[in-house]
Nanobody
Framework: QVRLVESGGGLVQSGDSLRLSCAAS????????LGWYRQAPGKEREFVGS??????SPDYADSVKGRFTISRDKNTVYLQMNSLKPEDTAVYYC??????????????WGQGTQVTVSS
């Protein structure tokens, strides 16, 4: 079993920066890919970014590419969000899956952290 705990959400102004953190833990921790999804009110949950167990080959959604950076320190994954826009407002969820990528049926999720960007 894997436990994921997010932190770092909050209320910011357009153009500000914010860094989210997610600590992953368990009795053992195989090489999981870690990443982030987000869900805005009335919308489906969407992929934001991910990074594999070696900290290589980060992957990003087109909507955040160039503004967000995902990084990893062992079992902690970070999402550095720069140049935030109101459209980035959502609940952000940490996610984990054994293997080299996050697939369609991600088995492990955090509880979510709210990010609100005002104009």
């Amino acid at each position: 079993q894997v436990r994921l705990v997010e932190s770092g959400g909050g209320l910011v102004q357009s153009g500000d920066s914010l860094r989210l953190s997610c600590a992953a833990s368990g009795r053992s921790f195989p090489p999981y890919t870690l990443g982030w999804y987000r869900q805005a009110p009335g919308k489906e949950r969407e992929f934001v970014g991910s990074i594999n167990s070696s900290g290589n080959s980060p992957d990003y959604a087109d909507s955040v590419k160039g503004r967000f950076t995902i990084s990893r320190d062992k079992n902690t994954v970070y999402l550095q969000m720069n140049s935030l826009k109101p459209e980035d407002t959502a609940v952000y969820y940490c996610a984990a899956q054994y293997g080299s990528s996050l697939g369609r049926n991600v088995p492990y999720w955090g509880q979510g952290t709210q990010v609100t960007v005002s104009s």
